[in-house]
């Protein structure tokens, strides 16, 4: 199993920017993909950003351009960089891992971490 650890959630005022952290307990080559998503109550849970194994990234329409996905291997961590925030990127967000173990896809979530822009 893999862990993961968010950090870097807090309040922030609109315009301003904010960085998360995902640390992972396993090396990112074991993994094939990473990614953040956001929750808020009511609602699914969307993908924001991601960033597969051959580096490739993928952001959601509305942070395109604002938010961006990183990845450092030394310390197994991956970084969402959101700058020029919105009250509507309020949310619980999430980092997600997967890879594949015996022919199958695992996933794994981190515990969350709490991100607030107030309007």
């Known amino acids: 199993q893999v862990q993961l650890v968010e950090s870097g959630g807090g309040l922030v005022q609109p315009g301003r920017s904010l960085k998360l952290s995902c640390a992972a307990s396993?090396?990112?080559?074991?993994?094939?993909?990473m990614g953040w998503y956001r929750q808020v109550p009511g609602k699914q849970r969307e993908v924001v950003a991601t960033i597969t194994g051959d580096g490739s990234t993928d952001y959601a329409d509305s942070v395109k351009g604002r938010f961006t996905i990183t990845r450092d291997f030394a310390k197994n961590t991956v970084y969402l960089q959101m700058n020029s925030l919105k009250p509507e990127d309020t949310g619980d967000y999430y980092c997600n891992a997967y890879w594949y173990s015996i022919g199958s896809r695992r996933d794994s979530w981190g515990q969350g971490t709490q991100v607030t822009v107030p309007s």
């Open positions: 396993v090396s990112l080559f074991r993994l094939n993909a």
